[in-house]
């Protein structure tokens, strides 16, 4: 269970920080409105995902007899993980968002920009579908242990941005912004070596 715990915190962290249209989304709201703007739109994965994680669910049951579709997807994912950690270490702060582009949104704007987004679709599906399979061969909870840490950290990274951007904006630019995010790319680089080598055992190829 520590195992998927960790997973969960990991992923929830590298996802929460890594520049994208929501983090945009929080970041403009916070700067063109205020802190509490900026939190509303940071809880909208929670809303969002879930028929996409209830649909990884029913997913399972039809992969399970089918070890080398799960093998691919999980293969698919450790490229998916692989690019996430590229992006974290290239990410040189402020300079990865275009303000200028985002027009004020509400919370409604900001779950439609999160449903429109191909990210939680490209990780459920070859990520965390992978995850939840796994977990579940060891008992109905541990799946909820990593969905759970997942979004705590995945919005938990979201809100306290919000309000470190609503203190200082220069903390976007900061080195402890930028070095945290290539922290999280090298284990993100070493996770995805880990995940490209479950793929292999459901492929039953041994290196």
């Known amino acids: 269970m520590i195992h998927f715990l960790t997973i969960g915190i990991l992923l929830g962290l590298s996802a929460g920080l890594i520049p994208g249209p929501l983090l945009t989304l929080v970041i403009t709201e916070t700067l063109q409105h205020d802190v509490k703007a900026g939190i509303k739109v940071s809880i909208v994965p929670i809303i969002t995902d879930a028929p996409i994680i209830i649909a990884a669910f029913l997913l399972i049951p039809q992969l399970t007899n089918f070890n080398n579709i799960l093998g691919i ?9 692989l ?18 582009a985002i027009k004020p949104r509400s919370l409604a704007k900001g779950i439609l ?23 579940l061969t060891i008992n109905i909870f541990t799946p ?52 490209f080598f479950d793929g292999l055992k459901f492929l039953y190829i041994e290196i």
């Not at 690019?83 to 200028?100: L, N, P, V, W």
């Open 144 to 195: 909820f242990i990593f969905i759970i840490s997942f979004y705590i950290c995945l919005v938990g990274t979201k809100i306290i941005l919000a309000i470190l951007v609503g203190k200082s904006k220069t903390f976007l630019t900061g080195k402890a912004y930028i070095y945290t995010m290539r922290c999280l790319g090298v284990i993100l680089g070493i996770f995805a070596i880990f995940l």
């Open 73 to 81: 997807i999980s293969i698919i994912g450790a490229f998916f993980i």
């Open 83 to 100: 690019f996430m950690g590229y992006e974290s270490i290239r990410t040189q702060g402020i300079a990865d968002f275009k303000f200028q």
């Open 113 to 135: 920009a999160n449903v429109l987004s191909p990210n939680p679709y490209l990780f459920w599906l070859t990520v965390g579908t992978p995850i939840l399979a796994k977990a």
